[in-house]
């Protein structure tokens, strides 16, 4: 099993310019989320999936997009990218039935925007 | 609401015990959760205590919780350099979606 994979791991971005984060997990998870994390502010929850076919929004979700076509992949987009948005994105999934909850971290994306 | 606290950071000298403290809000919360990062990575699932529990023990690992309080601590034996990272705190809350503390850092110091 490879877990929870990013793609990319570093990106650097104008302002105004678009990127798709990619988050792929083989464990059968039902939810996923994407985090950012930003130095003493922990992870910041921007949405979140309980299953295929369905988004949510997290505590800062503007300027983000999500969608979640295929159970296995959840995808992170930023449609104009701004200096703000300069962060570490973190995927995670969870849920197995009867699991404590444990939510799996991918590696991160390391994002610049310029 | 729901917030989860606990410091920035914490220096210990190597092989000493370390203490990082994390106080929470949300008295339903089934799991409480100690997750590590290390430099350059993302976060792993350090233990874990179910909230009827008082105490876990797992090798270097002592988690205690006071549900009076709503504290929870993490005590790590015998510090190595191995040990330095950033230890994040999470209660469970609704929907499968974990609240987290801002992180501690644990500097080790020789």
């Known amino acids: 099993n490879a877990g929870v994979t990013q793609t990319p791991k570093f990106r650097v971005l104008k302002t105004g310019q678009s990127m798709t984060l990619l988050c792929a997990q083989d464990?059968?998870?039902?939810?996923m989320y994407w985090y950012r994390q930003d130095p003493g502010m922990g992870l910041r929850l921007i949405h979140y999936?309980?299953?295929?076919?369905?988004?949510a929004k997290g505590e800062v979700p503007d300027g983000y997009n999500v969608s979640r076509l295929k159970k296995q992949n959840f995808l992170l987009g930023l449609e104009s990218a701004a200096p703000s948005q300069t962060s570490v994105y973190f995927c995670?999934?969870?849920?197995?039935?009867?699991?404590?909850?444990?939510?799996?971290f991918g590696p991160g994306t390391r994002l610049t925007v310029l | 609401g729901e917030d989860v606290e606990q410091s920035l950071f914490l220096s210990v000298r190597e092989g000493d015990s370390s203490v990082i403290n994390c106080t929470y809000t949300?008295?339903?919360?089934?799991?409480l959760y100690w997750y590590k990062q290390e430099p350059g990575a993302g976060l792993q699932l350090l233990t874990y205590?179910?909230?009827n529990m008082d105490m876990k023990q797992d090798q270097r690992l002592t988690v205690l919780l006071n549900k009076k309080d709503k504290h929870l601590s993490l005590r790590i034996a015998d510090t190595q350099t191995g040990d330095s990272a950033i230890y994040f705190c999470?209660?469970?809350?609704?929907?499968?979606?974990?609240?987290w503390g801002a992180g501690t850092k644990l500097i080790i110091k020789p």
């Open positions: 995670a999934s969870s849920y197995r039935l009867g699991s404590n909850n444990e939510q799996f």
């Open positions: 464990m059968n998870h039902e939810y």
């Open positions: 999936s309980v299953g295929e076919g369905t988004t």
């Open positions: 949300d008295s339903s919360s089934t799991y």
């Open positions: 205590i179910f909230s």
């Open positions: 999470a209660e469970s809350g609704s929907n499968y979606q974990l609240i």
